[in-house]
Nanobody, 120 residues
Framework: QVRVVESGGGLVQPGGSLRLSCAAS????????VDWYRQAPGKERELVAQ???????KYKDSVKGRFTISRDNAKKTVYLQMDNLKPEDTAVYYC??????????????WGRGTQVTVSL
């Protein structure tokens, strides 16, 4: 059984920083692409950042220069460093991972999310 768990959310003032973690555990041969999404109240879930198996990255325009996605394959963990946070970054942040099992089956997993609140 595979688990994908986010952590690191919390309450931070505008201009502050948080680092989110997405940790995978279980029967995993390889972790391929990992995405961070977010969903604010009353809004659709949106893609924030992506990192592929070669560590190439992509970002939503509004977070470029402020957010950095990275991965540690040995720890089976992907990070989202968020700097200069703004109130509009407030949302539940979700991890979405493509995992290859030992039987070569490729499966996508969602985590349950971690709340990020940016407010005075």
């Amino acid at each position: 059984q595979v688990r994908v768990v986010e952590s690191g959310g919390g309450l931070v003032q505008p201009g502050g920083s948080l680092r989110l973690s997405c940790a995978a555990s279980g029967s995993i041969f390889q972790i391929e692409d990992v995405d961070w999404y977010r969903q604010a109240p009353g809004k659709e879930r949106e893609l924030v950042a992506q990192v592929d198996s070669g560590s190439a990255t992509k970002y939503k325009d509004s977070v470029k220069g402020r957010f950095t996605i990275s991965r540690d394959n040995a720890k089976k963990t992907v990070y989202l460093q968020m700097d200069n946070l703004k109130p509009e970054d407030t949302a539940v942040y979700y991890c979405y991972a493509t995992i290859v099992h030992w039987n070569n089956e490729r499966v996508n997993y969602w985590g349950r999310g971690t709340q990020v609140t940016v407010s005075l």
